[in-house]
């Protein structure tokens, strides 16, 4: 019989019979360094941080309202307000996005529902209702109109007429389908962009108020004109008018058209008058990375069977002649996997350098299911981001320095994060969320809000907030805290656009109703009268609409691949989703050690 005078040898006795049948998760993580910082993660500090992404937002956006409002963005050094640069109309930095149409208030609408503040939602809603008009002479980027205000208009108009209210009594008494009329309005004047194209595809940037501008160059980015689908596609639904789905839907098939016979890539930048491409560069960053997104979301929301068809001869194209490095994601030997910037025609390696857009890929593939891929994908950002305590634009993998060094608190890695969590439940990414929320309160937050990082390298700003950090940024960091979302316990029943805006996902908005049924748009639709008031016992067709596709529950999920991938294996849940050597290894070549 063991004695047990001695209390300490039968401890450890006892410790080692257990280590040796222990779960092979207990040991990685007791004796992994990463296993032990990111295996974690408590509900009160998870709710911890959702109350300060809620603090973060409530800062940028009070003072936004407080110093900048009406103009489109909160310059948060200075405290004051920025719009349209009318005396430089050269000066597209500002001009592309800026239309003189409280931008900031607009594409935060969503997100102050998302975050349940009935209240100032409501506010919100009747403030852009009463002071916001489109007839302005300003010369927008068609793509950034179209992602950041009529969606926003259009998700917005959709949260107030759900008759559940999943996010609080959002809808008020007298809402008269104003939003909808303003993106009718804004949609108008938008489709100028489309014609006097030779082949279809839209010219880069329209005047609100004159149309398409004399001197206007014929070159647009394949992002730029293939990502309007979503948008027109709703309010072509909303209005029973084909016009807007069908010229967004044109854009897309020309430039199909026009992709390489040989590799059956795309070029960043093309002639509209003769498609001829002009940017020969193929990858996922800027110019091209919605363009792919809109594919994917377009068979989601819409059950556009082509467009699923087209995503996936792209991403076996993409696979093909962009990725480098080993074969998967947590097995075998070899430089970490990378998707670069390729030759559209031949598929050779063009440039060293990823950009920050492309962060928002691992969110795509989570949903076509392909999470080794993503998983792996975001790592790299996540490293690059731990190094500088943001995304530079440009990062150059080869000689591990930012090409392009600002950080205009782009939402991508975020969004990224914020799906990779919801497909895997895994607390390495509540863990990378509070790293991104650390990031932001200590190196961005100025006097009046949050402001662009001038350089990552160093501690300098430039004096914008730009609208996507509240309606993108802070909107996937709070819905990653908050477990109890209705976003997140209905997630098949919603869909983001690229700028973040929520579309519910239902049988509704896949029918064509000019189709099957004749009747026209209401009349006080089609003159535009903002503020015209139905009697109160009338319902209307948008009610109707609504009402008609919550009833309906068979809408969710034939052939859908929104977050369908097959069961994890418990390893992805419980350790790391990326095995901790081959993390570290993706720390080395960033330079993160």
């Known amino acids: 019989m063991m004695r047990t005078d001695r209390p300490e040898i039968l401890l450890i006795v006892v410790w080692g019979v257990v280590c040796l049948e222990c779960s092979a998760t207990f040991r990685a993580r007791f004796w992994d360094p990463n296993e032990r910082k990111y295996g974690s993660f408590s509900k009160s500090k998870r709710l911890e941080l959702l109350e300060e992404t809620r603090q973060m937002f409530a800062f940028g ?18 405290c004051t307000g920025r719009g349209p640069d009318y005396g430089d109309p050269s000066n597209i930095n500002i001009n592309d996005v800026l239309g003189d149409y409280g931008l900031t208030l607009i594409d935060s609408l969503d997100a102050l529902a998302v975050m349940g503040n009935v209240t100032e939602f409501q506010k919100a809603v009747k403030l852009v209702i009463d002071t916001i008009s489109f007839d302005k002479p300003s010369t927008v980027q068609l793509f950034e109109a179209t992602i950041r205000v009529l969606g926003a208009l259009l998700s917005a108009h959709l949260i107030m007429l759900d008759p559940q209210q999943p996010f609080g009594q959002m809808a008020y008494p007298g809402y008269s389908d104003e939003l909808l009329q303003m993106a009718h309005d804004l949609g108008t004047r938008l489709l100028p962009a489309f014609e006097n194209s030779a082949t279809g595809i839209p010219h880069p940037r329209v005047n609100l108020r004159y149309g398409v ?31 807007y789905e069908g010229v967004a839907k044109r854009a897309v098939e020309r430039l199909w058209s026009f992709r390489s016979n040989v590799t059956g890539l795309f070029g960043n930048v093309i002639n509209i008058q003769t498609g001829r491409w002009v940017g020969l560069m193929s990858g996922l960053g800027a110019g091209l990375d919605s363009f792919y997104e809109y594919l994917l979301k377009s068979f989601i929301l819409f059950g556009d069977e082509d467009s699923l068809k087209k995503f996936n001869e792209s991403y076996e194209a993409i696979k093909f002649y962009m990725r480098r490095g080993r074969k998967h994601c947590n097995e075998g030997i070899g430089f970490p996997p990378i998707y670069v910037n390729v030759n559209m025609f ?6 060293n350098w990823v950009d920050s857009l492309q962060a928002a890929w691992p969110a795509v593939q989570v949903l076509v299911g392909d999470l080794e891929e993503a998983i792996c994908s975001h790592a790299l950002y996540y490293a690059i981001w731990q190094r500088f305590n943001g995304l530079p634009e440009r990062y150059n993998w080869n000689l591990k320095v930012p090409e392009v060094a600002f950080y205009p608190l782009r939402p991508e890695l975020i969004e990224s994060t914020y799906y990779l969590y919801r497909a895997t439940k895994n607390p390495f990414y509540l863990h990378v969320g509070k790293d991104i929320l650390y990031s932001l309160n200590n190196y961005t937050r100025v006097q009046c809000g949050f402001a662009t990082r001038h350089d990552v390298t160093k501690n300098d700003y430039e004096d914008r907030m730009e609208s996507f950090f509240l309606g993108e940024t802070c909107k996937y960091l709070y819905l990653l805290f908050d477990e109890d979302n209705h976003v997140n316990v209905e997630t098949a ?18 029918k064509k109703s000019w189709e099957d049924d004749a009747s026209p748009v209401s009349g006080k639709t089609k003159e535009n009268k903002r503020h015209q008031k139905r009697p109160k016992t009338q319902e209307s067709n948008q009610e109707k609409f609504l009402i008609n596709a919550r009833l309906d529950n068979n809408t969710s999920n034939e052939k859908m691949p929104l977050f369908s991938c097959e069961r994890l294996p418990d390893e992805k849940r419980y350790l790391l989703p990326i095995q901790s050597h081959y993390l570290q290894q993706i720390r080395q070549v960033v330079g993160l050690e």
Do not use: Q
Not at 231 to 238: N, T, V, Y
Not at 346 to 351: D, F, I, K, Q, R
Not at 497 to 508: A, L, Q
């Open 61 to 78: 956006y009070d003072n936004y309202m407080k110093y900048a409002f009406p103009k489109d963005e909160l310059d948060p050094i200075h």
């Open 213 to 243: 501008p004399i001197d206007t160059v014929n070159e647009t980015c394949t992002a730029g004109a293939g990502t309007l689908s979503l948008e027109f596609g709703i309010l072509s639904r909303l209005l029973r008018d084909p016009v």
């Open 346 to 351: 031949n598929g050779e390696v063009l440039n």
């Open 493 to 510: 029943r919603y869909i983001f656009s690229t700028e973040g805006h929520i579309f519910p996902v239902n049988s509704e908005l896949r």
